[in-house]
């Protein structure tokens, strides 16, 4: 007898026909929910965990169908994308049972809504949003109120974000709503399964089918010539050009490789590098910022073999069904072990098949870290969950979405509901009140001593604020110099960081802010860097202080002799250049997991801890405000998860580190934090997007109006202002391990070591790739080549000109203009130059005119005045970007020897435009 037995007639033979016997999962799974328990079910994918909950429930369904009216099951998944192809899964199932089933996003049109409220389904599979929407739906709201099952896809996917107390609420709302209902939670990789199960309310744990092989290794491809020849054409550098050429050999033997990089501007790099590359096969991508439509053909192409070659950041993370794979490459070290078994498990996706992995690194350190993750991938140590502790914006928008739902509520009442969320279950009913406060000082609720409910405000709110991703604009950098995108900025750095008249670093080149607009920063090439401050390039993947450890330990072991380095799947490449890592800093010193080094550089002082990245960015900042003060100057600090460098603006202080390492006391760590991060970039950054959540700011508001220093500086005992902490200490800092590791240091358990001597090579390592120092001022076009090039574009233009006696237009490109110019037809040399699309003819034919067509035909006749007098440099002046008449005469006007020196002022005259072109009507 099998767990298929248990089942109902029609849902068994479904099941035998979909899978002819239980898998592992599916075998303990289904006689578990199907006795009615709240069930965590923990399998990789592939395994049939889906069908582990999906035949119970429904078989349960299809039971007790006298009371479905309505909706009876919600399937809950993190993705709109990933909902899709769960519906297209489900109706194979849900066909042959006479289920009705559909789905409902944020992209579902507004007729299907129609339909879904006039013939609700019997299973509604949605986002966690679109359930909160629901809850506060008059009409379709009454629908829940049969709801008996509920199954969560991608728990972990959930649970580390704001999305997942979001989803604890809503789910506490749905249970008063409809008396109760069984819960289903499904993940592939959960690295404290108690934790979740007690998050979602689930009292039973299955985990099964964890021993599916799964082959993995770390490469590390050296450039050959033909990779040096290859890397002019390809623009970018060998060591690139060789990750390539394997990617290139692993996608023409295999049948379909997915190719998973960690940022959107590596997937398009990669992808264009393969577009550049004659005879190499054609490569999709995949990231969160293409269109809907052009991530959905991309998926199709790669589902039905078209395409070889995928590349995609984590779109693809999750189950979206893109065929069979049959290998998965990660570029560069994935960083995080749950990260590498979800991505890698999307190969082998079948019973019979088991998942493969290549992990292409970019350099040795990375391929030791690369290595440590997967020697704990293959152990099964997964990464511990770290989940938002009683998070006051969310608070805030179910508080509004409960006014919204009953019109008024009890204060006491709701706060137990609220506690009854595992994440608010320390929430204190001071905090419960200040919230209500600050929305009631919104105008989005009315408060009285015992009940809150609806105003106006409440429903845009509500409706607007339900997604707790946060939206972030992009500004535009414009070279004026060149009139070219040089990058893109995040609002928030815009916002907090950038005025006209300052100067930033990105793309390793200083650059000063001509003017800041709605949409663009407009800058030109600056050459000094002093004063300037570095761009935000988004947030790094954390590496976990146990992997970090780990790392620590290999090192002390290959610099002892005594590495054995077959756990860690390194190929013959990559083992290599690790243990030559490795060993060339020998003769200096090698940190590990219990000895940290400190070794100055000019003014940096590189403290080497392998603590991970959160421990290493809270001992940074930690350090850096104390000796900042301790100095009365500012200690810049970078760290990542293996050392922590701190810039001093005059000598290095190795001896204050050493200081305030022993000395701090450790209760007040979080204290000194606290009190440091308000005057930082990383606060206002926070504070922007909780402030939005809590409807403190309009969702697109223009901000460059707004003070937000003041604004902070006004709520500073608000609910707001704790958020903002509360988010930065859960997800960028690590108050509790810092304490842990000072207090090793102090007792002596961890060595404190100074270095003192040549510089290692770990050094140089550090400032070339983690600091970037020999990349931090690269070599601008000289003004002499962007002359160069306006004028080979100037010269290619083809001219409009018209003659203002005899109305007669013709066309010439500007290089094969006469330096004194007639009207082909009469021999006028009054002849204007025309820019756009206007109709000049008309306006010449005209005897009455406008006060705007009088402006244009005064305007005609000057550049005919102009052109009469200059010729052709008349009309390679007016040509010039945002260059009238009345700029071009000055610029025409001024004596110079050569044609470059025209350009020359036509370049400075186009740099006035851009930065006052805002202010022109």
Partial sequence: MTSFDQLSEVVRKIAIERFKKPTPIQETAIPMVLSGKNTLIIAPTGTGKTEAA????????????????????????????????????IQLLTKKLNITVAVRHGDTTQSERSKQLKEPPQVLVTTPESVNLILCAPKMSAHLENVRYVIIDEVHELIESKRGAQLALALERLREKSGGFQTVGLSATVGNASLVADFFKLESVIEAGMERKMELSVELPKYSKQDVELSNRLHATPDVVARLRRLKELIE????????????????????????????????????????????????????????????????????????IDLVVQYSSPRQVNRLIQRVGRSGHEITRFPRGIIMANDAEDALESAVIVKDSIERKLDEPRFFEKPLDVLAHQLAGIALEKGSASKLQTFETVRRAYPYRN????????????????GILWSEEEAFGKR??????????????????????????????????????????????GLFITRGRPWHIADITEKEVLVEPAYDISGAIPAWEGENIPVSFNAAQEFGRVMKKISSGKADLSPYFLRSDAADAVEKYVSEQKGFFVPSDSDVFIETFDNFVI??????????????????????????????????????????????????IKKF???????????VLEHSLLRTYLFRSKFMHVAKRFGLFERQRDYQSVSISRVIEAVVDSPVYAETLNEIFTEKLDVERTKLVLSRIQSGKVHLKEYKGETSPFTKYALSRVMRLPELVLPHRPEAEIIDIMMMQTNAKTAKLFCTYCNNIFYSKIEDLPEKIKCPSCKSPMVAFVKGKEDVKSLFAKKR?????????????????????????GVIALSGKGIGADTAARVLGKRRKTEQELFKDMLEAQKAFLKTKRYWK
């Fill in 849 to 873: 005119f406008s006060s705007d067509e009088k402006k244009q035909r005064a305007e005609l006749e000057r550049t005919a005045s102009l052109l009469s007098a200059y010729g052709r440099r």
């Fill in 661 to 671: 390492i022993s000395e701090t006391d450790l209760n007040q760590v979080r204290g």
């Fill in 54 to 89: 999906l035949f119970p429930v429904l078989s349960k369904f299809l039971e007790n169908s006298s009371v479905n009216n309505g909706i009876s099951i919600i399937y809950i998944s993190p993705l709109k994308s990933l909902n899709r192809d769960l519906l297209e899964r």
């Fill in 253 to 324: 033997k295999y049948r379909s490789v997915l190719m998973f990089v960690n940022t959107r501007s590596t997937a398009e790099i990669l992808s264009s590098r393969f577009e550049a590359w004659e005879g190499a096969n054609k490569v999709g991508v995949h990231h969160s910022s293409l269109s809907k439509d052009v991530r959905v053909v991309a998926e199709k192409s790669f589902k039905d073999g078209s395409v070889k070659g995928l590349i995609s950041t984590s779109s693809l993370e999750l189950g979206i069904d893109i065929g069979l």
């Fill in 456 to 501: 106006k405000k409440t429903r845009l709110y509500y409706y607007f604020g339900v997604s707790m991703i946060p939206d972030e604009a992009r500004y535009f950098v414009k070279d004026i110099s060149t009139n070219k995108n040089v990058g893109v900025l995040d609002e928030t750095f815009v916002v907090n960081n950038l005025s006209p008249g």
């Fill in 427 to 442: 929430l204190e009913l001071h905090e419960f009140e200040a919230v209500i406060r600050q929305l009631t000082g919104e």
């Fill in 607 to 656: 403290m080497y801890s392998c603590f991970g990245s959160k421990t290493n960015e809270t001992i940074g900042k930690l350090l850096s405000v104390l000796m900042s003060s301790f100095l009365g100057e500012t200690v810049a600090m970078k760290s990542d998860p293996y050392r922590v460098i701190f810039e001093f603006a005059n000598v290095p202080r190795v001896d204050l």
